[in-house]
């Protein structure tokens, strides 16, 4: 059974930074794309960042370049989205998508709010 797992959400002030973590198990995680997801209150879901499964490939949303930093360490089935000077904007769920070997698999999302 594969099962997906954020973390690292949190409250913080405009200008700080979060770093978050999707943990995967049950799947060859090494063979599989990454893509982070989030969805503020009210609007649709929206693709953030996404990463290849070696890791080479990346790509992020217009309003995250810069700011969003995607990796992942395939020896501990675990990707990141690091967010750096964070706006009030950013606040959202943020949702981690593993896709690979035909089918793709969602976690429960981890809240991040932006406010002073």
């Known amino acids: 059974q594969v099962q997906v797992v954020e973390s690292g959400g949190g409250l913080v002030q405009p200008g700080g930074s979060l770093r978050l973590s999707c943990e995967a198990s049950g799947i060859t995680f090494s063979g599989c794309a990454v893509n982070w997801y989030r969805q503020a209150p009210g609007r649709k879901r929206e693709l953030v960042a996404v990463?290849?499964?070696?890791?080479?490939?990346?790509n992020y949303i217009d309003s995250g370049k810069g700011r969003f930093t995607v990796s992942r360490d395939n020896a501990n089935n675990t990707a990141y989205l690091q967010i750096n000077n964070l706006e009030p904007e950013d606040t959202a769920v943020y949702y981690c998508n593993i896709w690979g070997f035909g089918d793709d698999y969602w976690g429960q999302g981890t809240q991040v709010t932006v406010s002073s």
């Open positions: 990463i290849g499964s070696t890791g080479f490939v990346t």
